[in-house]
């Protein structure tokens, strides 16, 4: 019973090309992610949806549009893909705010896909 | 804005022995959560260990603790009886409590070697 999953897992493609990474998570919480890890493995997030309303939008090119149908979903298109784009991008999920004192409202990473821009 | 710094591209540790990874972070807010997430080369993203800054006691998960010093901005991660299956990349996050967003700040990461 996979928690976050992501598809497809490797993406090879031309500049140019648009492509779309799918998101789906089975545990029920309202907000969902995406992170971009480089070549150097840094990590930063680019977008974040709470119940399909878009929360952070970081500086990230206009080429990179989420789209949330619902709050399990979060998908990432990417239009006109330039070889910088290549790296891995992960989705996470958790709910925005913690219930209770011992709530704890972590984030649950999906496998990545990893996107190779030839 | 807040920063994580993590000052160590690369460690490498005897197995059965013990390693501390360094992480210091900078924030002007009083309440925030630090963490330490590890990347094995499957590059699955797994939680090891949690910490709230309300909290003065050092949070511990089986073989991992951390040294949480709130005033010197330091959360470092200590691995006790290293494993061949603790070599991966670590993590040091940051995450504000009680803000519109839940994002995390990550360190650069580092890459700790396991040797038998």
């Known amino acids: 019973d996979t928690a976050v999953s992501q598809t497809p897992k490797y993406l090879v493609t031309q500049m140019g090309n648009d492509k779309s990474i799918k998101c789906e998570q089975n545990l029920g919480h309202d907000t969902m992610y995406w992170y971009k890890q480089d070549s150097k493995k840094f990590l930063k997030i680019m977008f974040s949806?709470?119940?399909?309303?878009?929360?952070i939008n970081e500086t990230v090119p206009n080429r990179f549009s989420p789209k949330s149908p619902d709050k399990a979903h979060l998908n990432l298109h990417i239009n006109s893909l330039e070889l910088g784009d290549s790296a891995v991008y992960f989705c996470a999920s958790s709910q925005l705010k913690t219930i209770g004192l011992a709530g704890h409202n972590e984030q649950f990473f999906g496998p990545g896909t990893r996107l190779t821009v030839l | 804005a807040q920063t994580v710094t993590q000052s160590q591209p690369e460690m490498s540790v005897q197995e059965a022995e013990t390693v501390t990874l360094s992480c210091t972070y900078d924030t002007s807010e009083s309440d925030y959560y630090l963490f330490w997430y590890k990347q094995p080369p499957s590059r699955q993203m797994i939680l090891v260990i949690r910490q709230e800054a309300y909290k003065q006691q050092n949070a511990t998960e089986n073989r991992f603790s951390v040294n949480f010093q709130k005033a010197a901005k330091s959360f470092s991660l200590k691995i006790s009886d290293s494993q061949l299956g603790d070599a991966a990349m670590y993590f040091c996050?940051?995450?504000?409590?009680?803000?519109?967003?839940?994002?995390?700040?990550f360190g650069t990461g580092t890459l700790l070697a396991v040797q038998p």
């Open positions: 949806y709470n119940n399909k309303e878009l929360i």
């Open positions: 996050a940051y995450r504000s409590v009680g803000g519109a967003t839940n994002k995390l700040i």
